[in-house]
């Protein structure tokens, strides 16, 4: 068969691009195949071609109902005989569909990976079924960004089409969940076709942001380019934030699970067809969008994940015309994904209850809500519903469909897989996932921090770049170092390094970045005064040194061996917490000890203290000095422990920031900042004065 004439007569495309001909040769040929391919690189012309060249009805798993819908139109204005069958459907055409894919009608059907019950594994043995694609197959790995266990059925779905080849597609897969895809398909031997990672066209930007105030203020400004994508980890933040940018005059809509079906399907039509430039949305938006000139994607949020970032930043740029891709960076904003992280991976004994009422219900299927089976386990509907998505991952329960008999309306429950089947599930268990995820977080938080974005991606699927500087990122514009050098230790490094190892010794157990910078910079934090750590001699032992010049210390003294490191998992007001703790290595204790005296680490230059600048409005117009600031609640705090109110109530934030500002150095000069009315200021104003002249030395 002649496929460039396949590929002219039915795509309208002259030749194919890099790596399609290859990947076609192979599925045409009756072979399976795994693909990873960028996004916009057509990954799915490698399906859907080989569809025409075998005839027959291939059958495509695809995760979304936007992205069948959006392929399914794509395809039927070229002529070509598709459909999709999910629940966006009534039962009556769902069932019409079912017995046309019989018939022969289709050459390609879409469906959902929950499709396949026992029902519809039947129809599919009456099915001329001439290939099995799974897309997103990243979804099937439960080490990939976005699992989904409804994929993990697939295994057995190929297993029933024995003589049928399987194409499984992503374009964000690591060597170990390429690995995972390939053992959960039962296929360990499939050829793999790896197209490079490398989008050359696209340009990685790291915008730093202080505050989320900073963030809505920077947010303007970045979108210079339109078409654009706002992607947002919360509904909260994509509704203030599409509020942000129509006061600012841009014409944006927002996209979330939260708004109806039809709201939705307007914002991605408006968005596709140019006229409306600007989308702020969860990260389901863009999955299989054909819009291929997107010149601009800013993340507001930071992603828990570099494959998850990687598929949403591939969305621009798709005509391979000069884009953009920008990450509001900071800090803080990893502890949001750090409380996905916690909700994801719930206790294994809060799954344990959640099993148990769902097998004592008497039913099967069980027609029980979320907020029904809360009352019976004591968990709020979101427990539930993570707990539903472990038991579905450990395959017991599946999505079931029923459908009204007075209202015609689809009602859906869960079907016990194997209801006489103990759950084996241990905290061990549990554990093991949320370190994987927080260690892949780790990961997406020093990607904003590497000397090169675009090498630190690469080497990340496991490609390794042939140059040394891309000179397309933010990290090449700042010229950092490609490699901190590890180096011998001046003098006064190696005594800060030996005061902090001694100051971890004393503490006798492991314990977190936060609470060893807080001991050995002498913070009075309640949390250090629970331990009594404040009576350590070593407590305070570097004051003076910001906390986060500790904790870059740290970090170098964990490359070079110094420290070792292990994430604890504990239960905390009902709620399972994870973190990463630090103790002295063996050769730590050498360090400290001086037995060991060439201690040679990557040791970061010294900067000068960060700086926040505030608005007038908040304040004051000067730099504040983020010492100060720490002291400046600290006497905030001893002084609502004394008076037993709430910290508030002595000085608000944004009177802390006012002072800090402004350095007052009397009380007279107090009384020009906000919240330091003549009460306040004579009744705490010395203390405060007291802290500001103790950091200035007046």
Known sequence: MDLEQVLHRHFGFSEFRPGQRAVINHIVSGNDALVVMPTGHGKSLCYQLPALARGGTALVVSPLIALMKDQVDALSAKGIRATLINSSLSWDERRERTEGMVRGDYQLVYVAPERFTDRFMSTLKQTNVTLLAIDEAHCIS????????????????RAALP??????????????????ILAQLKA??????????????????IATARSPKAKHTMLPGLLRSLPALVYCATRKHVEAV??????????????????DHESRRRVQEDFINGTLPVVVATNAFGMGVDKADIRTIV?????????????EVGRAGRDRKPATAILLHRNADRQLQEFFIQNTHPPASDVHRVYATLRGDGDNPVWMSESAIGYATELDERQVGSCLSVLRRCGLTGRATSRDASSGKTLFGIQLTEPGRDLELTEAEMDRRRHHAFNQLDRMVQYGESPCQRATLLRYFGETPEWDRCGRCTGCDAGRPMIEEARSLTEPELEMVRKILACMA????????????????????????????????TWGILRGVPQSRVETVLGAMEAGGLIET????????????????????PLGWAVMKGEETDVQLAMPAVHAAPETRIDISEGGDGVIDEDLLARLRAVRRDLAETEAVPAYVIASNRTLLGIAASRPTSTEALEGIH?????RVARYGASFVEAVRGWTGC
């Not at 003589?163 to 690995?179: C, H, I, K, Q």
């Not at 993340?299 to 598929?311: K, R, S, V």
């Not at 292990?566 to 290595?585: I, P």
Request: charge should be positive.
């Open 242 to 259: 599409t509020q942000t940018l129509t006061a600012q005059g841009f014409a944006a809509a927002a996209y979330h699970a939260g708004l």
């Open 566 to 585: 292990d994430l604890t998992s504990k239960t905390v007001r009902g709620q399972t917490r994870t973190w990463k703790n630090l103790s002295v290595s």
């Open 675 to 679: 919240g330091m009315g003549p009460k």
């Open 299 to 311: 993340h507001f949020d930071l992603p828990g994940t570099i494959e998850a970032y990687y598929q």
């Open 188 to 205: 360990p031997q499939t050829q793999r076709f790896v197209t490079g990672f490398d989008r050359e066209n696209l340009r990685l930007e």
């Open 142 to 157: 439960q080490w990939g960004h976005d699992f989904r266990p409804d994929y993990l059925r697939l295994g057995a779905v």
């Open 506 to 537: 004393r503490m006798r157990r492991a314990f977190s970045v936060s609470m060893i910078c807080k001991v050995v910079t002498g913070s009075r934090d309640k949390s250090v005064r629970a331990w009594e750590f404040e009576k350590l001699s």
């Open 163 to 180: 003589d049928v080849p399987t194409v499984a597609l992503t374009a964000t897969a690591t060597p170990d969940v390429a690995d995972d």
